[in-house]
């Protein structure tokens, strides 16, 4: 299972440091542990559909800390997310900084509900953290807990848009944007 994983973390993220998402999927593995149960498998690797599996339950997890429940949520605040990623000379995906304000404000264009900052510091805690705050105590600016969750979006937003172009293209009228794994 050891060299499945270094494998499927060498190939999904070449130019990355791949030591987070090592720590996205151990822990992922980790807290599935049950009592009776504390031995992690090759099988349980498999069937959570191996590292990309787990890094797209990670980001569904993190969502859902902030209150998404439903498919239209996910994928806003997948969309809001998004808006922390940036691309550096040379391609290499990385996060941005931002700050509540303009965190707030992308929320509005998006059309997400409610007062976004508490979810927000929800973010930056739990089993999942997608999100690190700054000052930690009351948090004013936020940026992606790893850079490696960049590529994870950047990938997802990708998909997302081009699910839309396709179905423009056939002629399908509006419909639901790829949705963040639930």
Sequence with gaps: MTQQIIDDLLETFPYASVTPALQVVCSSLHERL???????THAE???LGRLNGITEDYLARG?????????AQRD???????????RQGGGTLVSSIRSLEEMEKKAGELEIKGDIAPALVKMTRGAAPLLRGEPP???????????VLAVVLARWHAAHEGAQKAKKKRGVGYSQPASLPS
Excluded: C, M, Q
């Design 137 to 147: 105590d009351d948090p004013r600016n936020f940026s992606l807990k790893h850079d």
């Design 34 to 40: 049950t009592e009776k149960n504390r031995t992690i």
């Design 45 to 47: 690797y498999i069937r």
């Design 63 to 71: 969502t859902d800390a902030a209150g998404a429940r439903t498919k």
């Design 76 to 86: 806003k605040w997948g969309e809001l997310l998004h808006f922390l990623v940036s």
